[in-house]
């Protein structure tokens, strides 16, 4: 059986994006595990971070390629065959990056649907369809607090909060906490922090070094804090270029630098470890 | 690999953690090197990784165990009757035939390879597959292969097996 964990923060630009789909892939390409990423977030980053250009205006033409496909649940117009009848469509939303690393894809029409109507909708779909085809599921969730975001932590077993060092992240932290402890206790659901994973590090920064020392000196973030960091270099962003997209080189562990593979492989040992996975 | 032992290797590498980071304190109990430590997780988290290897084996068994099982289980030397194909199928492989009686060999042995073809539970496929390979490249066996008791001899040496890991 899977485990479902999703990356979420509050805060946009900390990487929720670049830590989900590279540790998806590099679960996948270096430690075998069978991975599902499921991007939840109406921006859809994950989704033109994983898939060929091509692919992402397919998918903006047809939403039921994507997770908008299982979370839509408005009544068929008249004339149209109801879901049961049209059994044999099934969802044809899962893409294959690699053999071992598959993406669900998001779109922008996501913002369309009321899910506060059923928020278990996709930890359903994740039970009754995927569980048992993947080691694990990763979520890229919304930096919102609202109903995409809800969906995805209650299809959740576990989550990670990367942030950025700097003091705005810092805030959101408790804010975070607050948040997922409120829907814990709304929806009765277990949901375990894995980590907190620092993201575009610059050691050098005394910025650097007071956020951390803010976070250890707090036991029971200190407790989750990854030991493993995300380095700042520019080299990640330019990856996300459409030729290198193309060819599947942008991935940290493709881009052939031996820092940055070791950064990112050591970060999903760790992720490994605290998830047991 | 089995969960637990798989937990085992996590909570080994928990415990060098913390002895690594404990490392820098006054105390130096024990001291650890980090391009040690690395080395030790590198190799750990490849024998983790080893089950997946394992899945990917069996996928490629399957293909195997489908495209040669139809040639064995014709062999009337092997399997007399009917009823021996059924009782290989149920005993081992955990796949019923319904009204086996009323139909031919072909149909049988149909009926068992889509089910195979169809399995998806690589636990089930896994614990009849090693055996199996393990059963036909036996010496002993290879003598009494083409006795009329061929599936007795299996299931013996399936149940031993299975007792054995």
Redesign the interface.
């Known amino acids: 059986m899977a485990k479902v964990v999703s990356f979420i923060n509050m805060k946009g630009g900390v990487g929720k994006t670049t830590l989900s789909v590279n540790i998806g892939y590099t679960l996948a390409k270096e430690?075998?595990?069978?991975v599902l990423l499921i991007d939840a977030d109406p921006q859809m980053n994950a989704t033109q971070y994983t898939l060929h250009e091509d692919l992402v205006y397919e998918i903006l033409d047809d939403p039921n390629k994507s997770i908008f496909g299982i979370l839509d649940n408005r009544t068929p117009l008249p004339g149209v065959l109801h879901r049961d009848e049209r059994g044999s469509q099934k969802f044809n939303g899962i893409f294959q990056i690699t053999n071992k690393f598959h993406v669900i894809p998001s779109n922008i029409r996501l913002m369309e649907l009321n899910l506060a109507l059923s928020p278990f909708k996709l930890r359903k779909y994740i039970k009754d369809n995927v569980n048992?085809s993947y080691?694990i599921i990763i979520i890229d969730s919304p930096p919102t607090i609202s109903s995409y975001t809800n969906i995805a932590l209650l299809a959740s077993q576990y989550y990670i909060v990367p942030m950025t060092t700097d003091y705005l992240s810092l805030v959101g932290l408790p804010i975070l906490e607050a948040y997922i402890s409120n829907l814990k206790q709304e929806f009765a659901i277990d949901l375990t922090a894995i980590g907190i994973i620092l993201n575009k590090v610059d050691t050098q920064l005394k910025m650097y070094q007071d956020v951390k020392q803010k976070i250890l000196a707090k036991t029971e973030w200190r407790q989750i804090l990854f030991?493993n960091e995300l380095l700042e270099r520019t080299m990640i962003g330019r990856a996300f270029l459409q030729e290198k997209i193309n060819a599947n080189q942008q991935y940290i562990i493709e881009l052939n630098n031996d820092e940055l593979k070791q950064n990112i492989i050591?970060i999903t040992?760790e992720f490994?470890?605290k998830g047991?996975i | 690999m089995h969960s637990e032992t798989?937990?085992a290797i996590?909570l080994l590498?928990?415990i060098l953690?913390s002895m690594s980071k404990s490392a820098g304190d006054s105390t130096k109990l024990i001291k650890i090197d980090q391009n040690t430590l690395?080395l030790i997780?590198n190799d750990l988290?490849s024998v983790?990784?080893q089950p997946?290897?394992l899945?990917?084996n069996i996928i490629e068994e399957k293909k195997n165990l489908i495209g040669i099982l139809p040639y064995v289980l014709m062999d009337k030397n092997k399997f007399p009757s009917n009823e021996n194909i059924v009782k290989l199928a149920e005993k081992s492989l955990n796949i019923s035939v319904p009204n086996w009686k009323n139909r031919s060999r072909n149909e049988i042995i149909g009926i068992i390879i889509s089910n195979i073809a169809e399995m998806?539970n690589n636990k089930d496929l896994s614990s009849f597959i090693y055996p199996w390979k393990s059963f036909i490249s036996d010496r002993n066996v290879q003598l009494n292969l083409n006795s009329s008791d061929f599936v007795d001899l299996w299931l013996k040496y399936f149940d031993n097996y299975k007792n054995n890991q």
């Open positions: 430690f075998g595990k069978r048992s080691d030991n050591r040992q490994m470890q047991r | 798989k937990n996590y590498l928990d953690d690395h997780k988290f983790i990784s997946d290897r899945f990917e998806d």
